[in-house]
């Protein structure tokens, strides 16, 4: 029986935490085991107060609340630091990602063809759903991308998805090494990681629901793609 823990970071997202919640818990997988940890990084919303409702509703759940907001590279570190999985995952809060994709990616490594496993979205150009702007969503896909093959002709592995919030590797990693992005560069700064300790990134298809700014979306795709590259040059060249 394999135990996998959900960290889920959460920042006002009071319209869709409930639903996120329940999707995770009412997921059946043959074999699994979920520990859903969820990280509210200082919330001014409601959200903190669904959250003590659904734990009281769900006993898988484990709350942790931040004093102050810290980014979600912080709030993904916390929880990471309190998941007891054999493996993690990571869920965003909002409804953009479908937990049932979780039966998909860890086929693999249940199968032990690999101890990671990334969600890609960009096989091929997605079709835009929810309210994101046409332009936008270009943007963030081509530079997603771009960012992917940096990746790959850095660190000499082909990755399609580096920026994927689906994310799955085994809870014994975490323990060997040290994170310390804060933000949106915790996502290159993980993928460094995981393949300069060896790990051989395993990608598998999946479909999103991309959300735009006026749905809550956080991502600043400019931004936060200079500092992902600048992320990625940096740890490629230092131990």
Same mark, same amino acid.
């Given at each position: 029986?394999?135990?996998?823990?959900?960290?889920?970071?959460?920042?006002?997202?009071?319209?869709?935490?409930?639903?996120?919640?329940?999707?995770?818990?009412?997921?059946?997988?043959? @074999?699994?085991? %979920?520990?859903?940890?969820?990280?509210?990084?200082? !919330?001014?919303? /409601?959200?903190?107060? =669904? #959250?003590?409702?659904?734990?009281?509703?769900?006993?898988?759940?484990?709350?942790?609340?931040?004093?102050?907001?810290?980014?979600?590279?912080?709030?993904?570190?916390?929880?990471?630091?309190?998941?007891?999985?054999?493996?993690?995952?990571?869920?965003?809060?909002?409804?953009?990602?479908?937990?049932?994709?979780?039966?998909?990616?860890?086929?693999?490594?249940?199968?032990?063809?690999?101890?990671?496993?990334? @969600?890609?979205? %960009?096989?091929?150009?997605?079709?835009?759903?929810? !309210?994101?702007? /046409?332009?936008?969503? =270009? #943007?963030?896909?081509?530079?997603?991308?771009?960012?992917?093959?940096?990746?790959?002709?850095?660190?000499?592995?082909?990755?399609?998805?580096?920026?994927?919030?689906?994310?799955?590797?085994?809870?014994?990693?975490?323990?060997?090494?040290?994170?310390?992005?804060?933000?949106?560069?915790?996502?290159?700064?993980?993928?460094?990681?995981?393949?300069?300790?060896?790990?051989?990134?395993?990608?598998?298809?999946?479909?999103?629901?991309?959300?735009?700014?006026?749905?809550?979306?956080?991502?600043?795709?400019?931004?936060?793609?200079? #500092?992902?590259?600048?992320?990625?040059?940096?740890?490629?060249?230092?131990?």
């Amino acid at each position: 029986m394999m135990k996998l823990s959900v960290v889920v970071p959460v920042y006002n997202e009071e319209k869709t935490i409930e639903q996120i919640v329940e999707k995770i818990c009412f997921l059946k997988i043959k @074999g699994v085991i %979920l520990e859903i940890v969820i990280i509210n990084d200082a !919330s001014t919303d /409601r959200t903190k107060v =669904l #959250l003590q409702s659904l734990s009281r509703k769900y006993s898988n759940l484990i709350i942790v609340n931040h004093s102050s907001n810290q980014g979600k590279g912080a709030a993904v570190r916390t929880g990471f630091k309190n998941t007891t999985g054999d493996y993690i995952v990571i869920q965003d809060a909002d409804l953009e990602y479908d937990p049932q994709n979780f039966k998909f990616l860890l086929q693999p490594i249940i199968e032990k063809k690999t101890q990671v496993v990334y @969600g890609t979205r %960009l096989k091929k150009i997605p079709k835009k759903n929810g !309210s994101m702007s /046409r332009v936008r969503f =270009l #943007l963030h896909f081509f530079g997603n991308r771009s960012l992917s093959l940096i990746t790959s002709i850095l660190y000499g592995q082909w990755i399609t998805d580096m920026e994927t919030c689906y994310k799955i590797f085994p809870r014994s990693f975490i323990k060997n090494i040290k994170l310390v992005g804060t933000g949106f560069e915790f996502e290159p700064e993980i993928t460094a990681k995981l393949i300069k300790a060896g790990y051989k990134i395993f990608e598998i298809p999946i479909t999103t629901n991309p959300r735009g700014a006026n749905e809550g979306k956080k991502l600043n795709t400019v931004r936060d793609g200079i #500092l992902a590259l600048m992320t990625l040059v940096k740890y490629r060249f230092s131990n």
